[in-house]
């Protein structure tokens, strides 16, 4: 029996697949939806204050799925989450262990959202159904998800925090970035990015545009997004932008999902 060695002519042939010799393999990864809008219902701004500010919301959800914009909903989780985050700390829960119990809630708001969603094609899907949403969306659906990434027991801690670095706003960022969509969009209860809290300081002004660096420079006490997705807009390769509109007022939602540049937008 002959023991030559037959070797496929490839670019991976004699690679080490840990090196960076960026002339062996041409990778030129694809946006697979770039034209999908990829938003969530924040929790405790929208969905805590119940159907007086949500309904509005899901009705200019579906009139831009009437128009043919296809959406991709995830939720947050709001004041029963950061209950969780409370009690687990207090316990001394590893942040793993956070991670997990806190994904339950917005996984409930998400449930309940599909509901509402329901007779206008609103199907929730686990992370593990994700690769089934261009199917979902071209039958006409608005898949509803939840904003926590499935990371669970195997999140990273944050310094000085015991709190799970990656939540809500991480999740929807990383759907954005994943599908290829251009652009996030945060629904929330204010204009968008302001100089400070806005609830707390009159004085506040809203930033209209800024760029990710700026805004870190800037370190405002005050953030409308988690940190991190702040940190990674910049090494994003298709979600470049995140956008913030105000949910409470009305049509603020359809224009932000026509693409148009109301609220605030965070520019990588």
């Not at 831009?64 to 909903?73: C, D, L, P, S, T």
């Not at 942040?95 to 997990?100: D, K, S």
């Not at 409930?108 to 949403?133: C, S, T, W």
């Not at 370190?219 to 470049?240: G, M, Q």
Request: hydrophobic letters at 40%; one cysteine or more; proline letters at 7%.
């Amino acid at each position: 029996m002959s023991t030559d060695r037959r070797t496929l002519p490839s670019a991976l042939s004699g690679a080490t697949l840990t090196g960076h010799d960026a002339s062996s393999i041409d990778y030129r990864p694809v946006a697979l939806m770039p034209d999908v809008r990829v938003v969530k219902i924040g929790g405790q701004s929208i969905l805590d204050r119940g159907r007086a500010a949500l309904f509005p919301v899901l009705d200019e959800i579906i009139a831009a799925r009437k128009e043919g914009i296809q959406v991709v909903v995830l939720v947050g989780g709001g004041t029963r989450a950061r209950h969780i985050y409370s009690i687990a700390s207090e316990l001394e829960m590893p942040v793993g262990v956070m991670a997990t119990l806190g994904k339950y809630i917005p996984m409930q708001n998400g449930r309940m959202v599909q509901m509402l969603l329901a007779r206008h094609g609103g199907l929730y899907i686990l992370p593990d159904d994700f690769e089934k949403l261009p199917l979902y969306l071209s039958l006409g659906c608005t898949p509803v998800m939840s904003g926590m990434p499935p990371f669970g027991y195997w999140e990273k801690r944050e310094a000085g925090s015991r709190i799970p670095p990656h939540r809500t706003d991480a999740g929807v960022f990383l759907s954005a970035e994943f599908l290829g969509a251009p652009r996030a969009i945060f629904i929330k209860d204010e204009d968008g990015l302001y100089t400070d809290d806005p609830k707390k300081d009159p004085n506040a002004t809203l930033i209209p545009r800024i760029s990710a660096a700026e805004l870190t420079a800037r370190d405002l006490p005050d953030v409308v997004v988690e940190r991190v997705v702040v940190e990674y807009l910049p090494r994003a390769r298709w979600c470049k932008e995140l956008q913030i509109v105000n949910g409470t007022k009305p049509g603020e939602v359809l224009r932000a999902l026509r693409h148009e540049d109301n609220g605030t937008i965070i520019h990588a």
